[in-house]
C-alpha cells in the first residue's frame, strides 16, 4: 500500500437470501474493495442508516491503511460510545480496512496479524431435536459430517415451540429471524403476539425446562460416549440460584461449556454461580466492548468469552478482548450463528488462526444460496474451519445476486411466561 491511497465510496448492501444480511463495501481510489459485516439481526435497517447517514460521509478521503486510528475515530471521536448499532457498524468498518489491507500487501488478514498459531480451528454446530430420540439423531448426522464438537437443544415437554426448537422445525436449524406474524396465524404451534404483527411469541416454562434439560444432556452423554465435545445454550433465562442448580446438575455430563445461564446485564450474579459449579461458563454473544468483558475475564467469573468479531467492534477490538483473556486463562469462542453473514465468519476465522487463546469457533452453516452470494476463501473439513489463503479476508460479493434478494422486516421471536409477562430471551 502506497499510504497515499484513500476511501473513494462507502455503501451499504443489503440482501435477504433467505435472512437479511447488511454489508459495507468500502472502495478506495486505487480501486481495492474491502468488506465488512454490518448485521444485526432483527434491528438490521438501524446499523444501515447508522453507517449510510453518519458513518459513511466521515470516511471519504481518509487514508484506508490507518485501521485503529479510524477506529478510535469513529469511537472515541463519536462522543456517544458502545452499544450493539454503533458497535457494530464500527466492526463492519474494521473488517473491511483489514480487508482492503490484506488486498493492498497481498496477504491474509491471519498473515497480518502475527500470523498462525495453529493449523485448524475447531468448531461447534448445533444439533436440536423436539424429542430426544430426534435429538440423537441429529447429534449423529452431524458427528457423521465430522463434527467433534456439537451445541444440543431440544424441546421441552409441555412447550410449544422452545427458542426455534419446534415439532417440525429441521434438526439442522437456522437462527429465528422470523418474518412477523400476521396476527392470526399460528406457525409450527408459535403463537403471534396479542397485539397484530410482530414477533412470534412462545411460553416459557422455567420448571419445565430445569426438570428436563439434565436428564436430556446425560441422554446424550451416554449415547455419544466421553469425547464429543457437548454444549448446550439456555438464552439468559435462569435466576442464579435457579443457574447454579443446573450447572450442578449437569456436572457428570462433562459439557465443553454451558452458555448464558442468566441475562447479561447482571454480572454479580455469575459469582454465585461459580461458588456452587464447576460447570464451564460461556458467555458475551450479546456484549460489544472488552468493558462489558473485563470483570468476567478479570475475576475469572467465565471460562470463555463468546464476543463477536462484527458486533464487537471489528478485527481490532475482538483483539484486545483476547488479549485481556489471555491473562486470565479465559479463552475465546466466538458467536457464529447463521444471522452473522460469512463475510463476519471469515473474519473470526482470521482472529482464531493467529490468536493463542481462540478456542473454538460456533458454525451453523449457511443455506447454499448465501455462499453463492458471499464467495468465500473459507472452508470447513473434519470438525475444523480455515480462512483460506486470500488476500484479505478471502471474501467477495456478488452484488447482482444479491439484489435479487431484497430486505425482508423480520424479527427474533419473544418469549412469555405462562402468565403472559416477557421473559429473557
Ligand atoms: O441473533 C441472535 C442469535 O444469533 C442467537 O440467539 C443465537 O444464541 C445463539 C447462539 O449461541 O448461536
Ligand atoms: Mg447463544
Redesign the pocket.
Known amino acids: 500500500m502506497s499510504g497515499t491511497d484513500t476511501i473513494v465510496a462507502a455503501d451499504v448492501v443489503i440482501t435477504s437470501p433467505g435472512r437479511n444480511f447488511v454489508t459495507l463495501k468500502i472502495t478506495t481510489a486505487e480501486g481495492l474493495v474491502g468488506w465488512g459485516d454490518a448485521t444485526l439481526?432483527?434491528r438490521e435497517l438501524a446499523v444501515a442508516s447508522y453507517l449510510r447517514d453518519h458513518v459513511a460521509p466521515l470516511l471519504i478521503g481518509r487514508d484506508p491503511a490507518r485501521i485503529e486510528d479510524t477506529w478510535q475515530y469513529l469511537y472515541r471521536g463519536a462522543y456517544w460510545r458502545r452499544g450493539p448499532v454503533t458497535m457494530t457498524s464500527v466492526g463492519a468498518v474494521d473488517l473491511a480496512l483489514w480487508d482492503i489491507k490484506g488486498k493492498a500487501t497481498g496477504q491474509p488478514v491471519y498473515q497480518l496479524l502475527g500470523g498462525a498459531v495453529r493449523d485448524r480451528i475447531l468448531c461447534y454446530t448445533?444439533a436440536s431435536g423436539w424429542d430426544v430420540p430426534r435429538l440423537l439423531d441429529a447429534v449423529d448426522a452431524q458427528r457423521e459430517r465430522g463434527f467433534r464438537a456439537v451445541?444440543a437443544q431440544s424441546g421441552v415437554p409441555g412447550l410449544g415451540t422452545v427458542?426455534g426448537v419446534s415439532e417440525n422445525a429441521p434438526a439442522h436449524e437456522q437462527?429465528?429471524?422470523h418474518k412477523p406474524a400476521s396476527g392470526h396465524e399460528q406457525p409450527d404451534g408459535r403463537g403471534p403476539g396479542p397485539h397484530g404483527p410482530g414477533p412470534q411469541e412462545e411460553i416459557w416454562d422455567t420448571d419445565a425446562y430445569l426438570r428436563h434439560a439434565p436428564e436430556m444432556l446425560a441422554a446424550v452423554r451416554e449415547h455419544v460416549g466421553p469425547e464429543l465435545k457437548l454444549l448446550h445454550?439456555v438464552?439468559h433465562r435462569l435466576t442464579p440460584g435457579e443457574a447454579a442448580r443446573l450447572g450442578k446438575a449437569l456436572e457428570a455430563v462433562n459439557l465443553f461449556w454451558l452458555?448464558?445461564v442468566t441475562p447479561a446485564e447482571n454480572q454479580e450474579v455469575l459469582r454465585h454461580v461459580r461458588r456452587h459449579t464447576t460447570v464451564p461458563l460461556a458467555i458475551g454473544?450479546v456484549f460489544n466492548t472488552v468493558w462489558e468483558c473485563q470483570t468476567l475475564i478479570t475475576e475469572q467469573l467465565i471460562d470463555f468469552v463468546?464476543t463477536c468479531v462484527t458486533h464487537a467492534g471489528g478485527i481490532s477490538h475482538l483483539r484486545r478482548i483476547a488479549a485481556l483473556a489471555e491473562l486470565w486463562q479465559v479463552r475465546l469462542g466466538p458467536?457464529?450463528?447463521?444471522?452473522?453473514s460469512p463475510v463476519a465468519l471469515g473474519a473470526s476465522l482470521h482472529v482464531g488462526l493467529s490468536t493463542p487463546n481462540f478456542a473454538i469457533q460456533?458454525y451453523?452453516g449457511y443455506e447454499p444460496v448465501v455462499h453463492e452470494v458471499f464467495r468465500h476463501a473459507w472452508s470447513y473439513e473434519d470438525g475444523h474451519l480455515h480462512p483460506g489463503d486470500e488476500p484479505g479476508l478471502g471474501i467477495e460479493v456478488d452484488e447482482a445476486l444479491a439484489a435479487r434478494f431484497p430486505y425482508e422486516p423480520a424479527y427474533?421471536p419473544v418469549a412469555r411466561r405462562r402468565d403472559g409477562s416477557i421473559t429473557d430471551?
Not at 335 to 340: C, L
Open positions: 439481526n432483527g448445533h451445541r427458542y437462527t429465528p429471524g445454550d438464552h452458555e448464558d454473544e463468546r458467536h457464529g450463528p447463521s444471522d452473522i460456533e451453523m427474533l430471551w
